[in-house]
Structure formats: C-alpha cells, structure tokens
C-alpha cells in the first residue's frame, strides 16, 4: 500500500542554518505530495505541496521538488528561525484523494 | 470564519465509557476525516466522509463509529473506550476530495483513557 516515510528526529540547528529533511514515498500511480507543519498545541497547517512530477512547492523560504524518478520530496530551507521550531510532517494522497497517508514527523528545534 | 473546530479540547474516560467528539466547519467543504496522532506513528485515518451522506472506513476504524450529521458536522463516537484509544484526536475538511486538495484541520482533541 502507499506509505511515507520520512526522515527520524528530533533534529536541532541553530538559526541561520541550512535545513533539510527527507521524506520518501511509495504508491501506485501519481500521488500528490504535501508537507504540513505542526505549531506546539495547534493542528496542522498546509506549508507546500506539489501534485505532479517536478514541481516544486515553495512556501515562507521552505522549497520542496516532486522527484518521481527518486520518489521523494525533501524539504529544505535556506535560513532556519527560532519561529521554526515545529513538528513537520510528509504526507501523500492517493489518486482519488480521499486517503492521506502521513510520515511519522520530524521535530525541529532552532536555538539562537 | 473560524474554520474546523473541535470539542472537547480534552478529555478524561474510564475504560468501557462512551463518549462523541464534535466537529464542524464552516467553509462549505464537502469531505470530512478524523484522524488520531499517536507518538512516533503521525496521523492515521480512523473515517472520512465524502460528502454529505456518505461515510467510509480509513487505516483504524476499529472501535469507532462516525455520523456526518449534516454537511458542517462529522462526529466521532466510541462506544466503549480503551486504554489503547488514548490519543489526539484530529478533525480535517477538504474541498471535494480530489487528489491535490488541501487539507484543513482543527486545534485537537486530547483524549485519556484510564
């Protein structure tokens, strides 16, 4: 079946640094790909996603590319806040779209 | 516009008690789903919703019943809670449940099983 699978934390940086966190996927077919990101005590909110092979989603300085031939989606940021401190998640939704299957996620924690 | 929201934000049960969760939003969305979020296993599928009407079995169904009351509100009831369905409790809506469509969830319910 489809599943995600992303990459274990917690993961710790200090602001300014360069972030990356993989994820990859299996499924059937052409799935969309998402990344949603978790605030302390808050549900999850969209951050990016991209529904076809190489596109890239991109949202507040985070960057995502659909890469079918690796079947993946890292995201990365370029300059990591102390306001990104959060728990991300991958997630993937199937053909018809009413199943999601979400990645464990990855806490992230930046010092100043 | 306040979106999905859920109640209770918490709750305690004793092993064998009933209880529903509630659930509504108000951006005319056609598919509702409730998921659980247990540490180190992220979201999991209990039930969605289509559309109004109509209901459907997820990844964990098992000691879960759902009603979609109306196309606002889908509800979540255990029948006989366990210690197992201690968890956070995640209501989403989407627009009409096609491939690529956003998700939008509400703040959480926490629920604790003795």
């Known amino acids: 079946g489809d599943s995600v699978t992303q990459m274990e934390g917690p993961v710790t940086l200090s602001e300014e640094a360069f972030l990356t966190i993989n994820c990859t996927y299996t499924?059937?077919?052409?799935?969309?790909l998402f990344w949603y990101v978790q605030y302390p005590g808050e549900g999850l909110q969209l951050l990016l996603k991209?529904?076809?092979?190489?596109d890239k989603g991109s949202n507040k300085g985070f960057e995502a590319t659909y890469r079918k031939e690796t079947t993946s989606f890292h995201l990365e940021k370029g300059s990591v806040q102390v306001s990104d401190s959060a728990v991300y998640f991958c997630?993937?939704?199937?053909?018809?779209?009413?199943?999601?299957?979400f990645g464990t996620g990855t806490s992230l924690t930046v010092i100043p | 516009n306040a979106g999905v929201t859920q109640t209770p934000k918490f709750q305690v049960l004793k092993t064998g008690q009933s209880m529903t969760l509630q659930c509504a939003q108000d951006?005319?969305?056609?598919?509702m789903y409730w998921y659980r979020q247990d540490p180190g296993m992220g979201l999991r599928l209990i039930y969605y919703?289509?559309?109004?009407?109509?209901?459907d079995k997820g990844e964990v169904p098992n000691g879960y019943n759902v009603s979609r009351l109306n196309k606002r509100e889908f509800s979540l009831r255990l029948e006989s809670a366990a210690p197992s369905q201690t968890s956070v409790y995640f209501c989403?809506?989407?627009?009409?449940?096609?491939?690529?469509?956003?998700?939008?969830f509400g703040p959480g319910t926490r629920l604790l099983v003795l």
């Open positions: 919703s289509a559309s109004e009407g109509t209901t």
């Open positions: 989403a809506s989407s627009e009409a449940g096609q491939g690529g469509e956003t998700q939008y």
């Open positions: 499924a059937t077919g052409y799935p969309s």
């Open positions: 991209a529904t076809k092979a190489d």
């Open positions: 997630a993937l939704s199937d053909l018809g779209g009413n199943q999601f299957y």
């Open positions: 951006m005319n969305h056609n598919s």
